[in-house]
């Protein structure tokens, strides 16, 4: 990660609180393009003040697991709640004790799993973060993060029998403060193995209270269609300012030999991600923004050219 500059980067993405205070502006003014979520995502707000009142009860999460077993079309002992997807990756690299990882991939795996072997089961992120890019159909995984799978392709999932599949409803709704994630295993027993690693009470009652509704929300079709008909705008933008967006199937774009890039939007108030912890120093990665976004980043853009 970046060792100086204006905003030093942090070990994630998601860093746009941080941000704001650094600029002494509210955390609505920046634009968070380091998070990657779902840009067609819908408001949430009326939802969560209908269930406030779930704050004064402890949580029960057996009726948000049977509604997101449903509609992940599997049986609801084989689906485990977590607190974001997160949780989902340190419950089972626990549980697992070895993985292998082909780099670059998402660093929270080489950080829970108690040992890393080129022999071990294979964790495999889909789409790849950082490239964005969809596995091969005939592409074998252990273990497959799909946080990003339904705005990539519309899907829920992909089903692959005997694979362990993590998921998050965070990244799909925009709404990472709740810390709504799943694992789906491919057996009961591993599901109660899971759920004994688990404290107490893993899911706040309001986000347990509001997933049914927010299920009900849920467009895939029509968000993995926004989310690519605005990523090519975004690859317009960029490569109309010199840049040179990677393909991607995902809802964010990498952009390499961007040295400096992210200090000079932050000062703009526009945050994206560094890839350093991804071993890919002076490379960013982009979110998929809404149309306002895209004009915000156009204007950063243009404001943020580097000094001759």
């Known amino acids: 990660m970046e060792a100086e500059g204006f905003f030093p980067a942090g070990p994630h993405g998601g860093d746009g609180a941080r941000l704001a205070r650094r600029l002494g502006v509210a955390p609505a003014d920046v634009l968070d393009l380091s998070a990657s979520l779902n840009p067609a995502a819908p408001d949430l707000i009326p939802l969560l003040t209908r269930h ?55 660093s929270l795996y080489r950080r829970h799993l108690p040992l890393v072997d080129d022999a071990a089961p294979r964790w495999r992120s889909n789409p790849h973060n950082p490239s964005g890019r969809l596995a091969a159909p005939d592409e074998q995984a252990a273990v497959w993060d799909e946080a ?38 491919p057996d009961d027993a591993l599901t109660d193995r899971l759920r004994a690693r688990q404290p107490a009470w893993p899911v706040n009652a309001l986000a347990s209270a509001i997933l049914p509704e927010l299920l009900a929300l849920a467009d895939l079709p029509g968000w993995a269609k926004a989310v690519a008909e605005l990523r090519d705008q975004l690859v317009t933008v960029l490569q109309a300012h010199g840049l040179d967006p990677q393909p991607s199937d995902a809802n964010w774009v990498l952009v390499p030999t961007a040295d400096g890039l992210r200090d000079r939007l932050a000062r703009q108030g ?26 915000r980043l156009a204007n950063a853009l243009s404001h943020s050219e580097p000094q001759s």
Do not use: H, M, Q
Not at 54 to 70: C, F, I, K, M, Q
Not at 151 to 159: D, K, V
Not at 169 to 181: D, M
């Open 270 to 295: 526009v945050l994206v991600r560094d890839c350093a912890s991804f071993g890919l120093p002076n490379t960013v990665r982009i979110a998929v923004p809404a149309d306002a976004g895209l004009t």
């Open 148 to 185: 990003f799978y339904p705005l990539a392709t519309g899907e829920w999932s992909r089903r692959d029998p005997g694979a362990v599949v993590i998921g998050s409803l965070t990244k799909l709704f925009a709404c990472p403060g709740l810390r709504l994630g799943w694992v789906v295993t």
């Open 52 to 106: 406030l009142d779930a704050v004064g009860r402890y949580p029960d999460s057996g009726e948000a697991t049977e509604a997101l077993a449903d509609v992940l079309a599997v049986a609801p002992d084989r689906v485990l709640l977590t607190n974001g997807a997160a949780e989902a990756i340190a419950l089972v690299a626990a549980e697992l004790g070895s993985g292998r990882i082909d780099e670059p991939e998402f």
